[in-house]
């Protein structure tokens, strides 16, 4: 296991610190996962990105990590920008609109959106959580949590639920600096009325209502939980007391992760998290996503609609370092694309060709550049600097090309192996099943060589449009011709 630090910024303590996990080479990783109405948009994964290169990264130096990133499929509300979020479940409301016709009730909607959710992290190449728990499937702990925050005297229950007593964890505000409570309810606009809440700050640990599409029974009647709960559930149940570092975007600091630190410490006493990152916002040619705008991209509107390559669009997310605001462009998705070529092109430099056995010219060098890729990755995330190391190791191997030996192609091959574990950029060459495809487009290829030898370039020039037309790309280097599929 590596002995260098792994820094991030901490919103807590406003500096950029390295993460000190409870158990030496440990890491206890919770990471807020999205609430499934609709499908995830790519302002949403750039921050499900940037919480897989911290795994990726904490993997990396040797760690152990127990990865836990949510499904929230009930209990968020649309107004959820203040302590006590108003307005209607943003399941049941997704249920009402035009897409939500397409289903028999709000459960299938919300299964049919987590499971899209999940297809399109596989398509972005994420690694898998350690657990991935829903909200829905967690309700006992949940509900006991609230029991026990009643019993703990920090909650109390009305007519209209159960509310978390602001009044009796005095550090509320520590994590987002609102600390006026009489301002928490006014941050953004007003929060439900109940005359019997003891302060308008206090907000929802239980929601009664027998109504809601979406209900289970309490000790306090038919309803269902406030969306602040049910993170706080799962992650002690799966990480316990005090988790390493919480992960979300830069729209949870407050009053989500607020809320949560609030109710955790509460029910424990100890710290809920040592270190917190949250991830900028992603904008779109400089504005804000929105639908009116035309410019709101989901990822399969990006991968199915557009054609867009996976690798490149999670390249491109992936660009600018977390810690700072994103403009995505499709001339940046389109600059993405080349980079990742340049580098898929590499591979086949280094996979798909047989060299004789001689000096090793590369691995040196390429140990050297990944080490400072890593470096990068280890100093708060600094993706520009690694994603241009990576270049640098490809730029390397295309120079030794001519001169190239098995030695230096095993070097490259693992250098690029590393990479792609580090930053997912640099995925194995895919293989048609069966090899037929394959071997037709190779015979093809040597076909082709021989005709520009013999001068016949139109005949040449049509078997690559021959191949264009079936989505794949022959391009001729110095080393010979490659191929991609588009």
């Known amino acids: 296991m590596s002995n260098r630090p792994f820094k991030l910024y901490d919103t807590l303590s406003r500096t950029v610190k390295p993460i000190e996990t409870v158990t030496p080479g440990v890491l206890k990783f919770y990471s807020c996962g999205p609430t499934v109405y609709s499908f995830a948009h790519i302002g949403n994964f750039r921050t499900f990105l940037c919480a897989d290169l911290v795994v990726r990264t904490a993997t990396a130096l040797g760690w152990q990590v127990m990865y836990v990133s949510n499904i929230t499929d009930v209990g968020h509300l649309t107004q959820d920008d203040v302590a006590d979020a108003a307005g209607e479940d943003k399941m049941e409301k997704a249920l009402k609109s035009k897409e939500g016709a397409n289903f028999q009730n709000v459960w299938d909607l919300a299964r049919y959106y987590g499971d899209a959710f999940e297809e399109d992290w596989a398509r ?15 309700m006992r702990e949940q509900i006991i949590a609230v029991q026990d925050l009643i019993e703990k005297g920090h909650a109390y229950v009305t007519d209209t639920g159960v509310y978390f007593r602001l009044s009796s964890f005095p550090e509320h505000g520590k994590l987002s600096g609102n600390r006026d409570k009489d301002q928490l309810q006014v941050a953004v ?16 640990l239980w929601k009664k209502d027998d109504k809601h599409l979406m209900q289970w029974f309490s000790p ?14 799962m992650a002690m149940k799966y990480l316990g007391s005090t988790i390493d570092l919480h ?3 830069e729209d949870l600091v407050f009053p989500h992760h607020e809320s949560e630190i609030a109710q955790s410490e509460c029910l424990t006493g100890k710290a809920f998290s040592n270190h917190w990152m949250h991830v900028r916002f992603l904008l779109v040619n400089g504005e804000k996503m929105s639908k009116s705008k035309g410019n709101y991209y989901t990822v399969r509107d990006l991968i199915e609609g557009r054609g867009a390559d996976p690798t490149a669009l999670r390249y491109s997310l992936i660009a600018v370092p977390y810690g700072k605001p994103l403009n995505f462009t499709l001339q940046g998705l389109d600059d993405a694309k080349k980079n990742v070529d340049r580098i898929q092109e590499c591979r086949r430099l280094v996979e798909e060709t047989e060299y004789p056995s001689g000096e090793d010219h590369v691995s040196e060098e390429l140990e050297r550049i990944y080490d400072e890729c890593l470096g990068a990755m280890c100093e708060d995330l600094n993706t520009s600097v690694a994603l241009a190391k990576a270049l640098e190791g490809t730029a390397v191997l295309f120079r030794k090309s ?12 693992a250098f690029l192996d590393k990479i792609d574990a580090l930053l997912g950029i640099a995925p194995k060459l895919q293989k048609e099943e069966g090899g037929s495809v394959e071997a037709e487009l190779q015979a093809d290829i040597e076909l082709r060589i021989q005709l520009k030898k013999d001068k016949k370039f139109a005949e040449a020039d049509e078997i690559r449009l021959k191949w264009e037309a079936k989505g794949y790309e022959l391009r001729d280097t110095p080393t010979g011709t490659v191929w991609r599929k588009q």
């Open 124 to 138: 972005l190449y994420l690694n898998e959580p350690t657990v991935r728990p829903r909200a829905t499937e967690h």
């Open 189 to 204: 606009r007003d929060v439900v009325v109940d005359d019997n809440k003891e302060h308008p700050g206090d907000f929802a």
């Open 220 to 233: 306090w009647g038919w309803g269902f939980p406030g969306w602040h709960i049910e993170c706080s559930a």
């Open 247 to 249: 992960a979300g975007g």
């Open 402 to 413: 001519a001169e190239m030996t098995a030695e230096d192609a095993s070097a490259g091959k």
